[in-house]
């Protein structure tokens, strides 16, 4: 929907709106954290739909695509939300902490990639979903590696966001580009 045609620009402007994104998602977040048990559980799916609009607005390539990318990349988050609470049940005591704790950034770069795949043909190869599921390892890893498993501060977890959903946007954008 969103067509920018200057390359090293359109990377600028792609980068902050998935960084405002990521923002808006750990805002989200922290009002789930602090709110405690008064609101509903099932508001934490919304935390997703932010990095949905931003890739419904550059990676859907006609209006009919757009409700499915939108629907489709919000629950890349439900996904990558889930294999976080595995991962946190499993890792209690765990030596591989750190290295578990990636596994909800490569779920959602995965399930991101291939969502995306369905606006821009050309991202659905196995090594460009493996590059987009790599960096949301790496920084998927920045939630748990500074924060540790207790409750970090709110501004770290709008910094990881920030970090996650601008990098995998950043690199989902260079690669449907090719």
Do not use: E
Not at 15 to 22: E, Q, R, V
Not at 117 to 136: D, S, Y
């Amino acid at each position: 929907m969103i067509k920018l045609a200057n390359r090293r620009t359109g990377i600028l402007i792609v980068a902050i709106a998935f960084a405002l994104s990521g923002a808006v998602s750990a805002l989200i977040s922290s009002i789930l954290i602090s709110s405690g048990p008064n609101l509903p559980q099932w508001i934490v799916y919304f935390v997703g739909v932010p990095f949905a609009i931003v890739s419904m607005l550059f990676f859907s390539a006609s209006s009919r695509q757009a409700p499915v990318l939108l629907v489709l990349n919000s629950a890349a988050w439900i996904v990558a939300y889930f294999t976080y609470l595995y991962v946190g049940y499993l890792s209690l005591s765990s030596s591989l902490q750190y290295l578990l704790w990636c596994a909800p950034g490569f779920v959602g770069g995965v399930c991101v990639a291939l969502a995306t795949a369905i606006g821009r043909r050309n991202l659905f190869r196995i090594t460009k979903i493996i590059v987009v599921a790599l960096i949301g390892l790496v920084t998927g890893m920045l939630f748990f590696a500074f924060n540790g498993v207790d409750a970090p501060p709110p501004w770290r977890i709008y910094a990881d966001f920030a970090v996650w959903q601008s990098a995998v946007g950043v690199t989902l954008y260079l690669l449907s580009a090719r």
